[in-house]
């Protein structure tokens, strides 16, 4: 059983950088960020590659959000670059335990984090 610990998050101001971090305890194959917003589903963010190799976006944070990973930390990253109102949400990680035959899909992934609030204001 692998647990997922995160950091980071808080209040940040619109145009403002944030980093969250996600532990895991043990070997993970994809590792990905979810959000939730009240009232929303859980969606996804973004999702690296166990290599580092390949990232995956979301649409709505292209070019805005980055993803990476560190092995030898067994940890991923996500860098919020010129968040938006709209990013206010919970952050979730998530990771597998096999490579999922899609990344972007929320039950491919077996371990979840704990969650964290990333509130943006103007």
């Known amino acids: 059983q692998v647990q997922l610990v995160q950091s980071g998050g808080g209040l940040i101001q619109a145009g403002d950088s944030l980093r969250l971090s996600c532990a895991a305890s043990g070997r993970t194959y994809a590792m990905g960020w979810f959000r939730q917003a009240p009232g929303g589903e859980r969606e996804f963010v973004a999702a690296v590659s166990r290599s580092g190799g390949t990232l995956y976006y979301a649409d709505s944070v292209k070019r805005r959000f980055t993803i990476s990973r560190d092995n030898a930390k067994n940890t991923v990253y996500l860098d919020l670059n010129s968040p938006k109102l709209e990013d206010t949400a919970v952050y979730y990680c998530?990771?597998?335990?096999?490579?999922?035959?899609?990344?972007?899909?929320?039950?491919?992934?077996?371990?979840w984090g704990q969650g964290t609030q990333v509130t943006v204001a103007s």
């Open positions: 998530a990771a597998s335990d096999a490579p999922p035959s899609d990344y972007t899909d929320r039950k491919k992934y077996t371990y």
